[in-house]
C-alpha cells in the first residue's frame, strides 16, 4: 500500500518512520482479528516506510541508480585520462619552448607574468575543449535518452542551467590542472644552464613525470577496460537466463477503466469479448487472459497444506489466473499432467497448476498431482493440483526460488486482469493496429494499453545495458586517449634522441635493434600501468561485484583479455615512432644540432 504524506517541519525520516510502523502495527493487529486468512504478525512483520516519492533516491535505490552512479565517476577517469593526457603534450610543449622561456626570463619577464601566460593558454584551451564537449553531450544525451530514458521529458544539455554550469567548472579544473605542471616546470628554470643547452638540454630529467603521467592514463584505462568487460560478461549472463516463457513475440494487454463503472457479469463479459476479438485478429497466434505480469504486478494469498504448519515460512508463492490458451501463449512448458482446460469453468472442481519449483517445495518426493491446497483459509474447499509447469522467472531475474502456481480464471477474480497476447513475426510492429482493433469494444472514456512483454522486461536488463554501453564507451576513449599519449611521448623522445640513435647506427646497431630499443621503453610504461590498474581494478571488485550479474568482479577472463589488449595497443603505439628511429641516417643526425 501506496500514500503521499507531508512531514512536518523538524521531523526526521527515522522518526516518521517510526510513527507510521507503529501506526501501521496496531492497524494491522485489528484487521487481523476480524479478517480470516491473513499472514500472522511474527511473519508478516508490518512496517511503514517514509521515504522520497522520487524512488531512486531511496530508500531501495535501483541498480540502474547505482549504475549511473558508477557512470559519473568513469566520466570522472575519463576526463583525467584526458587531463594527464593534455598535460604529457603540454610538458613536451614546454621541453621545446625552454630556450625561448630563459630568454624571456634573461630580458626581464617575471615569473608571475611568464606563468599567467601559460595558465591562460591552458585555460583556452580547456574552454575549447569544453564547448566541443557541450555539443558531443547534447547529441550524445538525446541518444541515451532514446536508449534509456524513453519515458522521460525531454531535457536539452544547451538549455540546462545546471549541466552548462558543471560544464564550465569541470572545464576551468581541467584547464587548472592540465596547465599547473608545464607551467610550474617552464618557470623554475636554470636560465644560464637553458641558454647553453640548447634544445635538448633537461630532457631526462623532466621525462620522469611524462613517464608517470602515460602509467597513469594505462592503469586508469585497464579499470574501466575491466568494468566494461564485467558488464557485458553479465548483459551475456542475462540475455541467456531461462525464463520460463517467451518475450519476444508476446504482448501485454492492459485495461483502464477511465470513468467507466462496471458491474461483475460485465466486466467478466467485457473481457470475453475482448480475448476473442484478439485471437480473431490477423497476425496473432494465441491469446489468454491473465491477472499478474512477471515483473509487473504479483499477488498471493495465504495457501494450507495438509501436514506443514505454515506454508509461508517455505517463501512467497505467486499466482496468476488464466485462460486455457495461457501456456501455449506464453511457450511455459506443463511437465506433468495437464494445464488448464476449457472444463475448468465456474463452477467445476477448482483446480490447479504449480510450479516444478513449488510442487518440490511443498510435496518433495512426492507426486504432486491430486494434492489438495486450500487458498486463503485453512476452511476453503481444496484445489486439487492436476499438472506441473516448468519454473518461470517472475520477481527478480537472480535467484528467483519459482514458487508459482495458476488458477482458472473463471474460478478466481474473473472480472480482473488483462490479456498476453502471442503475435506472429515480430510484436512491436503490431502493436498499433492490435491496439485499435480492441479499442473498438471498450466503453467509454476507457481504453486499452498495449505493451510489448520485451519492454518489461527490458526494465529489469537496463543496468547492464547501461553499465555495458557506457563502460564500453568510456573504455574505448581511454584507450584511445593511453594509446595517443604513449605514442606522442614515444615521437617526442626519439626526436629528441636522433643524434644518440644515430650514434648507436653509426656504431653498429641495425634497425631491428633501434625497433626494439623504442618498443622496450613503451613496453615499460605499459606493463607498469597494467600491473597497477590490475591491482586497482582487484581492489575495487568488493563495490562493482553487486551491480554485477552471475559474473564474478576477479573474472580471469576479463582481465587477461583487457592485459592483451593494453599489451598489443601498447606495442603498437610503440612500433610506430620506432620505425621513424630505425630509419635515421646516422649522418645526418650526428650533424643535427
Same mark, same amino acid.
Given at each position: 500500500?501506496?500514500?503521499?504524506?507531508?512531514? *512536518?517541519?523538524?521531523?526526521?525520516?527515522?522518526?516518521?518512520?517510526?510513527?507510521?510502523?507503529?501506526?501501521?502495527? *496496531?492497524?494491522?493487529?485489528?484487521?487481523?482479528?476480524?479478517?480470516?486468512? #491473513?499472514?500472522?504478525?511474527?511473519?508478516?512483520?508490518?512496517?511503514?516506510?517514509?521515504?522520497?516519492?522520487?524512488?531512486?533516491? &531511496?530508500?531501495?535505490?535501483?541498480?540502474?541508480? *547505482?549504475?549511473?552512479?558508477?557512470?559519473?565517476?568513469?566520466?570522472?577517469?575519463?576526463?583525467?585520462?584526458?587531463?594527464?593526457?593534455?598535460?604529457?603534450?603540454?610538458?613536451?610543449?614546454?621541453?621545446?619552448?625552454?630556450?625561448?622561456?630563459?630568454?624571456?626570463?634573461?630580458?626581464?619577464?617575471?615569473?608571475?607574468?611568464?606563468?599567467?601566460?601559460?595558465?591562460?593558454?591552458?585555460?583556452?584551451?580547456?574552454?575549447?575543449? +569544453?564547448?566541443?564537449?557541450?555539443?558531443?553531450?547534447?547529441?550524445?544525451?538525446?541518444?541515451?535518452?532514446?536508449?534509456?530514458?524513453?519515458?522521460?521529458?525531454?531535457?536539452?544539455?544547451?538549455?540546462?542551467?545546471?549541466?552548462?554550469?558543471?560544464?564550465?567548472?569541470?572545464?576551468?579544473?581541467?584547464?587548472?590542472?592540465?596547465?599547473?605542471? @608545464?607551467?610550474?616546470?617552464?618557470?623554475?628554470?636554470?636560465?644560464?644552464?637553458?641558454?647553453?643547452?640548447?634544445?635538448?638540454?633537461?630532457?631526462?630529467?623532466?621525462?620522469?613525470?611524462?613517464?608517470?603521467?602515460?602509467?597513469?592514463?594505462?592503469?586508469?584505462?585497464?579499470?574501466?577496460?575491466?568494468?566494461?568487460?564485467?558488464?557485458?560478461?553479465?548483459?551475456?549472463?542475462?540475455?541467456?537466463?531461462?525464463?520460463?516463457? =517467451?518475450?519476444?513475440?508476446?504482448?501485454?494487454?492492459?485495461?483502464?477503466?477511465? +470513468?467507466?463503472?462496471?458491474?461483475?457479469?460485465?466486466?467478466?463479459?467485457?473481457?470475453?469479448?475482448?480475448?476473442?476479438?484478439?485471437?480473431?485478429? @490477423?497476425?496473432?497466434?494465441?491469446?489468454?487472459?491473465?491477472?499478474?505480469?512477471?515483473?509487473?504486478?504479483?499477488?498471493?494469498?495465504?495457501?494450507?497444506?495438509? &501436514?506443514?504448519?505454515?506454508?509461508?515460512?517455505?517463501?512467497?508463492?505467486?499466482?496468476?489466473?488464466?485462460?486455457?490458451?495461457?501456456?501455449?501463449?506464453?511457450?511455459?512448458?506443463?511437465?506433468?499432467g495437464r494445464g488448464i482446460a476449457a472444463q475448468d469453468a465456474e463452477h467445476a472442481p477448482r483446480v490447479m497448476v504449480v510450479s516444478d519449483a513449488m510442487a518440490k517445495t511443498l510435496w518433495p518426493g512426492r507426486d504432486p498431482i491430486g494434492q489438495c491446497v486450500k487458498l486463503g483459509a485453512d476452511t476453503a474447499p481444496c484445489t486439487y493440483v492436476v499438472g506441473v509447469a516448468e519454473n518461470i522467472r517472475s520477481q527478480k531475474l537472480g535467484?528467483?526460488?519459482?514458487?508459482?502456481?495458476?488458477?482458472?480464471?473463471?474460478?478466481?477474480?474473473?472480472?480482473?486482469?488483462?490479456?498476453?497476447?502471442?503475435?506472429?513475426?515480430?510484436?512491436?510492429?503490431?502493436?498499433?493496429?492490435?491496439?485499435?482493433?480492441?479499442?473498438?469494444?471498450?466503453?467509454?472514456?476507457?481504453?486499452?494499453?498495449?505493451?510489448?512483454?520485451?519492454?518489461?522486461?527490458?526494465?529489469?536488463?537496463?543496468?547492464?545495458?547501461?553499465?555495458?554501453? #557506457?563502460?564500453?564507451?568510456?573504455?574505448? !576513449?581511454?584507450?584511445?586517449?593511453?594509446?595517443?599519449?604513449?605514442?606522442?611521448?614515444?615521437?617526442?623522445?626519439?626526436?629528441?634522441?636522433?643524434?644518440?640513435?644515430?650514434?648507436?647506427?653509426?656504431?653498429?646497431?641495425?634497425?631491428? =635493434?633501434?625497433?626494439? !630499443?623504442?618498443? *622496450?621503453?613503451?613496453?615499460?610504461? +605499459?606493463?607498469?600501468?597494467?600491473?597497477?590498474?590490475?591491482?586497482?581494478?582487484?581492489?575495487?571488485?568488493?563495490?562493482?561485484?553487486?551491480?554485477?550479474?552471475?559474473?564474478?568482479?576477479?573474472?580471469?577472463?576479463?582481465?587477461?583479455?583487457?592485459?592483451?589488449?593494453?599489451?598489443?595497443?601498447?606495442?603498437?603505439?610503440?612500433?610506430?615512432?620506432?620505425?621513424?628511429?630505425?630509419?635515421?641516417?646516422?649522418?645526418?643526425?650526428?650533424?643535427?644540432?
Amino acid at each position: 500500500m501506496f500514500m503521499l504524506v507531508q512531514r *512536518k517541519p523538524g521531523v526526521s525520516l527515522a522518526a516518521a518512520t517510526a510513527d507510521l510502523t507503529t501506526a501501521y502495527f *496496531k492497524s494491522y493487529i485489528a484487521q487481523l482479528a476480524t479478517s480470516a486468512g #491473513m499472514t500472522p504478525v511474527a511473519l508478516a512483520r508490518p512496517r511503514g516506510i517514509v521515504a522520497s516519492v522520487l524512488s531512486e533516491r &531511496g530508500p531501495n535505490e535501483s541498480s540502474f541508480a *547505482k549504475v549511473a552512479t558508477w557512470i559519473s565517476g568513469v566520466a570522472l577517469i575519463v576526463l583525467l585520462i584526458a587531463c594527464a593526457n593534455v598535460a604529457n603534450l603540454l610538458l613536451a610543449r614546454a621541453l621545446r619552448r625552454r630556450r625561448e622561456i630563459a630568454v624571456r626570463l634573461a630580458l626581464g619577464v617575471s615569473r608571475t607574468r611568464l606563468l599567467s601566460q601559460l595558465f591562460t593558454e591552458s585555460l583556452l584551451l580547456a574552454l575549447l575543449g +569544453g564547448l566541443a564537449g557541450l555539443l558531443v553531450a547534447e547529441w550524445g544525451g538525446a541518444v541515451l535518452r532514446a536508449q534509456f530514458l524513453a519515458k522521460s521529458s525531454e531535457v536539452s544539455v544547451m538549455g540546462d542551467a545546471r549541466t552548462l554550469l558543471f560544464g564550465g567548472i569541470a572545464a576551468l579544473c581541467a584547464g587548472l590542472l592540465t596547465g599547473l605542471a @608545464p607551467a610550474l616546470l617552464s618557470t623554475h628554470t636554470d636560465v644560464a644552464g637553458d641558454l647553453k643547452a640548447g634544445a635538448r638540454g633537461g630532457t631526462f630529467q623532466r621525462s620522469r613525470l611524462r613517464s608517470a603521467l602515460l602509467v597513469l592514463q594505462g592503469a586508469l584505462s585497464v579499470v574501466l577496460l575491466v568494468g566494461a568487460g564485467l558488464f557485458v560478461r553479465s548483459l551475456s549472463h542475462v540475455r541467456v537466463i531461462p525464463l520460463g516463457y =517467451d518475450v519476444d513475440p508476446v504482448l501485454l494487454v492492459e485495461l483502464n477503466m477511465r +470513468g467507466v463503472r462496471l458491474d461483475s457479469a460485465r466486466n467478466v463479459q467485457l473481457r470475453q469479448e475482448l480475448l476473442e476479438t484478439a485471437q480473431a485478429t @490477423p497476425g496473432v497466434e494465441r491469446a489468454s487472459r491473465q491477472v499478474t505480469v512477471p515483473f509487473w504486478g504479483s499477488w498471493n494469498v495465504t495457501l494450507y497444506v495438509a &501436514g506443514i504448519d505454515s506454508v509461508d515460512r517455505l517463501g512467497e508463492f505467486y499466482l496468476n489466473a488464466v485462460t486455457p490458451d495461457y501456456f501455449a501463449t506464453l511457450g511455459t512448458r506443463v511437465l506433468r499432467g495437464r494445464g488448464i482446460a476449457a472444463q475448468d469453468a465456474e463452477h467445476a472442481p477448482r483446480v490447479m497448476v504449480v510450479s516444478d519449483a513449488m510442487a518440490k517445495t511443498l510435496w518433495p518426493g512426492r507426486d504432486p498431482i491430486g494434492q489438495c491446497v486450500k487458498l486463503g483459509a485453512d476452511t476453503a474447499p481444496c484445489t486439487y493440483v492436476v499438472g506441473v509447469a516448468e519454473n518461470i522467472r517472475s520477481q527478480k531475474l537472480g535467484d528467483d526460488p519459482g514458487l508459482f502456481y495458476y488458477l482458472p480464471a473463471a474460478q478466481w477474480h474473473p472480472q480482473d486482469g488483462g490479456l498476453f497476447i502471442r503475435t506472429r513475426g515480430n510484436a512491436a510492429r503490431q502493436v498499433e493496429a492490435i491496439r485499435r482493433r480492441l479499442q473498438q469494444i471498450m466503453p467509454g472514456a476507457s481504453y486499452v494499453t498495449v505493451t510489448p512483454l520485451r519492454d518489461i522486461l527490458g526494465e529489469q536488463t537496463r543496468s547492464w545495458q547501461l553499465g555495458a554501453t #557506457m563502460f564500453v564507451a568510456f573504455g574505448t !576513449l581511454a584507450l584511445a586517449l593511453a594509446a595517443i599519449g604513449l605514442y606522442s611521448v614515444i615521437a617526442y623522445s626519439v626526436a629528441q634522441r636522433v643524434q644518440e640513435l644515430g650514434v648507436r647506427a653509426a656504431l653498429g646497431a641495425q634497425q631491428r =635493434d633501434l625497433v626494439t !630499443l623504442i618498443v *622496450k621503453e613503451g613496453l615499460r610504461v +605499459g606493463l607498469s600501468g597494467i600491473a597497477i590498474g590490475v591491482l586497482i581494478a582487484l581492489a575495487g571488485g568488493q563495490w562493482l561485484g553487486p551491480l554485477l550479474f552471475q559474473e564474478s568482479p576477479h573474472d580471469p577472463l576479463v582481465f587477461g583479455f583487457v592485459t592483451l589488449v593494453l599489451l598489443g595497443t601498447t606495442v603498437l603505439a610503440s612500433f610506430v615512432p620506432s620505425r621513424r628511429a630505425a630509419r635515421v641516417d646516422p649522418m645526418v643526425a650526428l650533424r643535427a644540432e
